[in-house]
Structures are given as C-alpha cells and as structure tokens.
C-alpha cells in the first residue's frame, strides 16, 4: 500500500508544481480609439449679430448642431473633420446690412478643421482612465443666411473665416466604443467681427 500511493502521489506532485503558462492573447483595451463619428446637439449665442456700425446688433439665442469625423492619436490628441448649423432668433428689427428689405431671425453653415487636447485623465474602481477633461480649438468658413440681411448685394452669399475653442469634459463608458461628453466653446467670426459662444452635450462612437 505505502509502495503504491508513493507512485500515485508522485505525478500528482509533478502535476501541481508545473508553471502556468501566461495567456498569449492580448489585453483587451477597455477604451476604444480610432476613427470616431461625433454628434453634437445644444443651444448656442451670438453676442452681437452682424450688421453695420450704427445698427442694431441684437443678442440673440438659437440652437446648434454638429457632425465629427475624426482620429484619436493616442490617448491624448484627436483630430477632425466638422460640418455645423446653426439657427438663432432674432426680433424683426434687426435688419442686418439689408436696409429693411429682410429682417428677423438668421443661421449660418460652417465647416472646417478641429484638434482636441485630453489634458487630464480621472482612472475608475479598476484602473481605467474613462474620464478626461480637454481643450478643443478649431477654425474653418461660414456661410450667413439669408443672404439680404447679411450681403451688401442679395445675390451675393455673405461668409467669413470662424474660429473657435474652449474646454470639454468626456467619459468613456463601459460599452468601449461609446463615450459621452459636454463642451464649451467660445467662436468669432473674422468678418463681421461676432462673437458666440455654444454648450453642446455630444456623443461619439469609435470604430
């Protein structure tokens, strides 16, 4: 009997000292980064609406949407491509360059380049950098409608050079291809020399 379980205990021995061999899969990366597709959707201001010196240049309030197509660079740099709407409300005295010919309410279109800068990350329970504050600057061209209240010539469009920045906060959650966010970002329009400024919240997806 002590003979046999000698020879019984011996490969079970041998069994249990024998290393464990680490997984050769990869780790998978809880935060998906790549290309992204963004929408943004919230109100957005102007400050003082284009027009002549001498007019009136109402504070007017509206609403913006905007469509990202973009690259993450890594954790902390992301570039993109942005196309944006706006539409505002303004009172039926505000005539714009058109002489009282048009008057009231104005959008614009724009489109143009982005960069974004994930400045600090906050890592969850598990070690997980999810939530990142950043900053976000980015320029491009708009057009103002309708063209009365804006061109010196109705038949003419009216644009002009845009750029804008400000702050963001983003979280990653935990269905890896999805984050969510807010952002506020201040704008000026070169021409007409307007200020704006819009709060959207947003959503992205990376592929």
Do not use: C, M
């Not at 993450?72 to 706006?86: C, E, K, Q, T, W």
């Not at 750029?163 to 269905?175: F, H, N």
């Not at 400024?197 to 990376?206: E, K, Q, V």
């Amino acid at each position: 009997v002590v003979v046999l379980t000698s020879l019984w205990a011996g490969p079970l021995r041998a069994q249990a000292s024998a290393p464990i061999l680490a997984s050769t899969e990869p780790p998978v990366d809880e935060v998906e980064r790549g290309v992204f597709f963004g929408l943004d959707i919230g109100p957005a201001f102007v400050t003082a609406a284009p027009a002549p010196t001498g007019q009136n240049k109402p504070f007017s309030a509206g609403a913006t949407i905007r469509l990202e197509l973009g690259y993450d660079i890594g954790r902390f740099v992301s570039l993109s491509l942005f196309f944006a709407g706006n539409t505002y409300s303004a009172n039926a005295d505000y005539v714009g360059n058109s002489g009282g010919t048009a008057s009231g309410d104005f959008s614009s279109v724009s489109t143009g380049l982005a960069v974004r800068w994930n400045f600090l990350g906050f890592a969850d329970s598990q070690g997980v950098q999810r939530t990142w504050l950043y900053l976000k600057a980015g320029g491009g061209f708009a057009l103002l409608k309708p063209n009365a209240l804006f061109a010196s010539d109705p038949v003419d469009s009216y644009g002009s050079i845009l750029v804008y920045g400000g702050p963001g906060l983003q979280y990653y959650t935990r269905l890896r291809h999805f984050s969510v966010g807010v952002e506020v970002v201040g704008s000026y329009l070169l021409k007409p020399k307007t200020f704006g400024f819009a709060i959207t919240p947003n959503l992205r997806y990376a592929f």
